[in-house]
Each structure stands twice: as C-alpha cells, then as structure tokens.
C-alpha cells in the first residue's frame, strides 16, 4: 500500500436494498476522495508559501540561524539614550517579536566611554550594542577598542540596499564603517518661552547677541563635553557668516553652562531663562505636556542650522557577550519597523525612505543644502573648536 492515499473499507452487501446502498457507497467514496485531495493540494500551498517567505530571507538561510542562536543566548545588553520613552520604543517590540530580554541602560553619551573604559581594563564585557552620538562612538569607544565594524553584521536585504536609505548610500558616520546613523534632522536646538519672547523676533543666529538677551540665554549642555551643545557650536565654529568672533560675543551675554539637560529645560518653561539651547528629548516632552515652549525653526534663521543623527546611532559592542542578539537587534533597529518605533519615540526624521514623517515637528525635517556635521569629516572640527573653547572658556 502506497503511503499518502486513502483507504476505504471493502463491504459485502446483500439484500433487496443492495443497489440503493452500492449507489449511496460509491457517491461517499467520491467525496472522501475530493476532500482528500483538497486538503493535498492545501499541504503543497501551504509548503510553496514556506518557500517564498524563506527566500526572501538571506541566502543559505543564515537569518534563521541567527535568530535561533540569539534565542538561545536569551539577553541583550544595551547603552542607549536615556529617558522612558526612548527605552520602550528600542526595548520592549523587540523583546515581544523574539523573546530575547533587553538589559536597557539610558546615559547621556558623555557618561558612556569612562564607564566603558573601566569595565575593559579589569577584563569585563559586558555591552552587546551602543546607541550614542558619534563623537561618543568615535572619539570615545572605538580608540578603546570597543566597537566592531557593524557592516558584516547586516543581513538582511532591505536593510543592506542603498536604495532603502536617503540619498542611495547607508548612512556609515566613518570610513571603517563603526556605525550607522538611524535617523536624521535638523540640528535646531534652539528653543523659547512663549509667554516671554515672541518667535519672529529670530531671523538670524546673531538675533541672540541683542543686548536686552544678555543674562537671559541658558544652555543645557556645555558645549565644552559631547552632546548638542557641542554640535551648536560646531556648527557657530564651521559656518562662514558666524565663526570664531560670533562664539566669543555670544559667550558675552553670560549665559550658564549646564551639564543637566532636565534642569536647563525647566528652567524655561518656568521662565526663569526665557531662551534655551536645550536637549529636544527633554524640551519636546515639555511642549508634548502644553508648557508654553516652541522651537525657533531653522528655516527662519539667514544662516539656516545644521543636520545631526544626534544620538540616533548604533554600533555593535566588540567581544559581545551576546553576539547573535546583537546581530539580530541591529538588523531589527534598522528594518522599516524599528527605525519607525526610534522614530515616534524621539520625533526625529528617519533616514529610512521607508518610514513616514508625519508624526515629526515640521522644524526636524531638515533642508536639502544643509551641512550634516557628525560624520567624520564634520568630527574633524571637533579638535580646534576643543582647543578655541579651551582658550576663551577654560578647562
């Protein structure tokens, strides 16, 4: 007997009623015999649409060998961007599509290379990825030795096409190709009390040297230490109509030097500075909340702004103690639904053609001609404008 066709009994019937129940038996081996071929022909469909997700996937199907490795390993440890919102969006989907606990750890990226550093002269690694600025990334982890290249970690096809990305290219921020930048806008971290100035009063970066300003600017990050305030003033350094002397002059209106984006932000909303060059993360969630703040856009301003990934960057942790997890969170943060999520959690554009733009204050979307100044030609500047604010600021 052949396997996979069905059997019937065989019966012996007798009677007066032997033609009507001969008629009734054959028009039940008819219908057993479609209802078995139905459901055959639903087993090879069935078995064709295995086939055509599996092709989709990297060749020689070392996606689902990844994937079931990371399972395995069961953990991933992140440093990322701090706040909640932030560690929801990059933490608790990928945890739901794969099972895989995320040890999520918020910092500001300053915070991040001395933590690194003391951890790997006593022989512990224990970080799989890092989300951070690219001065953290650059400048901070990979002359320890921290990072790996991520290109031989992506996989799969939609996320390794340069057609995916803005501009045709993927968005590596150095030459050894460290990291990649997920998400992309305008440098614009300039924000004001609504109760206290009006927002035409700043048609150029210069508006801030008004002598009534003096006193009245806050920044919430010293420029001196990575982080926006750092890019800012890059971007004062670097720009041909503002430069050294405009840096010097708006150091003039005194403003104070935080290195506390929280208190800097609150600072404005309760109006104690009526003008802030304040963290967005903390500044937006405040607007988000109905205090009266808003940005000024850079599209407002002669000079215009310049264009930053900010901390929207990732690179994969060398010697990773979970290599597949990070392998596998890396290809995940850079596919249509995980640049979405980082997306809406941090309201900046994404690089990704893929993924929409409509829920991003419109002054994030940045102007085609704009300078992006974190990737490694624009590091570069980092230091001489060091060793300028050194000289007119101090250590």
Not at 9 to 21: A, S, Y
Not at 94 to 119: H, L, M
Not at 183 to 202: D, H, S
Not at 350 to 361: S, W
Request: aromatic share 10%; charged share 25%.
């Amino acid at each position: 007997m052949r396997e996979g066709l069905p059997t019937y009994p065989i019966l012996i019937l007798t009677g007066k009623n032997h033609k009507e129940k001969k008629k009734k038996m054959k028009m039940k081996m008819k219908m057993k015999m479609k209802f078995s071929m139905l459901a055959t022909l639903t087993a090879l469909c069935f078995c064709e649409a295995r086939g055509a997700g599996a092709a989709s996937a990297p060749a020689g199907g070392e996606w689902n060998k990844v994937v079931e490795a990371a399972k395995k390993e069961g953990q991933l440890r992140i440093f990322g961007p701090a706040g909640a919102k932030l560690r929801e969006a990059l933490s608790e989907t990928f945890t739901k599509n794969y099972g895989i606990s995320v040890d999520y750890i918020g910092a500001s990226g300053f915070q991040i290379p001395s933590r690194v550093g003391v951890e790997r002269r006593v022989g512990v690694y224990g970080w799989d990825i890092f989300m951070a600025g690219t001065t953290t990334l650059f400048k901070g982890l990979k002359p320890q030795g921290a990072l790996d290249s991520i290109e031989p970690a992506l996989l799969l096809p939609d996320v390794k096409d340069p057609k995916s990305w803005r501009g045709g290219e993927l968005p590596f921020f150095e030459r050894e190709r460290i990291g990649l930048s997920v998400l992309r806008g305008a440098g614009q971290y300039l924000f004001i009390n609504t109760k206290l100035v009006r927002p035409e009063e700043f048609k150029s970066w210069r508006d801030l040297l008004n002598p009534k300003w003096k006193g009245k600017i806050v920044i919430g990050r010293d420029p001196r230490i990575a982080g926006y305030g750092n890019a800012t003033f890059k971007f004062f350094f670097t720009d041909k109509n503002l430069g050294q002397g405009y840096i010097r002059e708006l150091l003039k209106q005194e403003p104070p030097l935080l290195r506390d984006d929280r208190i800097a932000a609150q600072w404005l909303a309760q109006g104690k500075y009526p003008i802030c060059i304040c963290s967005d993360i903390d500044t937006i969630r405040l607007i988000d909340e109905g205090l009266p703040i808003t940005a000024i856009d850079g599209r407002q301003l002669k000079e215009g702004t310049h264009v930053t990934s900010a901390y929207a960057n990732i690179s994969v942790a060398n010697r990773a103690p979970h290599p597949n997890a990070a392998k596998l969170y890396a290809n995940w943060l850079l596919s249509k639904e995980g640049t979405t999520l980082f997306s809406k959690a941090s309201g900046m554009p994404a690089i990704r053609l893929d993924v929409p733009t409509d829920h991003v204050k419109p002054w994030t979307i940045p102007e085609a001609n704009w300078q992006i100044s974190n990737t490694e030609e624009g590091l570069a500047f980092e230091e001489p404008l060091g060793a300028f604010l050194k000289q007119v600021m101090g250590e």
